[in-house]
């Protein structure tokens, strides 16, 4: 059966077999990855995945009692059976009062995110081919020092989204993400680097030109030659927007309903007070038009909307599905995110830093004498304390300028403290995936070397 019969099937069996409510959502993914290392073709994988989630609650003293199922055998009996497990599940687990789909607000209008191209679906495997092979050889092609790589990737993926429930929503959405990344090695005088650089877009023609992935990432490793490592000490830290994002993604974990009510957040207990600097403004827009956090709606039915998390170092508001802002005392913000195996949880959309004034360059040429981050490394971040630590790479700056590259060293502070010592945003605002910030520095931060 279809994907749309499955949901409404598997609705009406967990119903009628004395489910109090429940949604279904029914996922097609079709996947194209691709690598090419030189002209050789080392990978190719095609995939097309079609799920179908079922979450039934069932009422019980003091609550509703809740469990999740899935399938990929979409036949009446594999989804009846898949209801009626269900049905059993929930009544074995334990009531939880919090639990239930949203009390109303769903999704009224579905408008046009540009979430796909309809074109790009006829493009075929050769296309990727092609491209990660351009990748290659531009990178190759810059400088002798490029010897050899990690390979290049390009993909596609198209999803499908079918979600109902039985208070009366449904909706459908398709979406498409592509992608080509490039990675290098460069080596001169004893000393090897790799780095990498890489494109995303909710279309084929908003990708980047692969000979300008190429070029980037073998200029990224070319860089890097003759790294070493500097001597321990306090300094101001310049993140450029690459590493910049891995700052704020660490921040959006931190602002998740389930961290908060859990306690597990260094955030918790604190909307409305000033958490960062007057320079840090955070979005969340989940109807940016072809952004890759978008969507129509969200894991429960509700409208995507934009929520002003941070207003100039303000905590102004949490991310939020139905259950966690019951924890709290407030209302959805629109950002359930689920699987078909899984109940909603809480995800950021289209998360970003709102740019400040000035080029990386003249924050860098400001900062006098300190350090530029240009990679991190591990995964030293406690949300509970905000303690921050992380391996990181990038260019030692000395009267404003670039005087060497610098590896090995780790860079250490508090992320409360952090924010709210940035000096100054950048206006550099580069999408590279659904988390975006512009470049910016800190104050001061301690890095560990010699």
Known sequence: MSEEQAVERALARATGGGAHSADAVAIVAEATEVRVRGEEIEHVKQ??????????????KGGLGQAITSTSDLSDEAVDRMASEAVALARATAPDPDAGLPEGGFAEDLPDLELVVAEDRRAGLDRHVEAARRAERAARALDPRIVNSEGS??????????YANSAGFEGRYESASHSL??????????SMQTDFWYSVSRSLAGLDEPEAVGRQAAERALRQLGARRIATGEFPVVFDGPTARSLLASVAGC??????????????GELGERIASDRVTVIDDGRRPAGLGSRPFDG?????????VIEAGVLGS?????????????GSTGNASRSAGSAPGVGATNLWMEPGQGSLDELVADMGKGLLVTGMFGHGFNPVTGDFSRGAKGFWIEGGERCFPVEEITIAGNLRTMLSDVDAVGEELLWLGSVAAPPLRVARMTVAGE
């Open 47 to 60: 995939s097309r995945e079609r799920t179908l989630g079922l979450r039934v609650l069932v009422g019980g």
């Open 153 to 162: 990737d390009a993909g596609s993926q198209f999803r499908a989204v079918h």
């Open 181 to 190: 990344a490039c990675s290098p090695i460069a080596s001169a005088e004893g």
């Open 255 to 268: 602002l998740s309903g389930y961290a908060i009510y859990r306690k597990s957040s260094f955030l918790a």
């Open 300 to 308: 429960e039915g509700q409208p995507t909307r934009r929520t002003t």
């Open 318 to 330: 949490y991310l939020l599905d139905s259950y966690s802002g019951r924890k709290l005392g407030l």
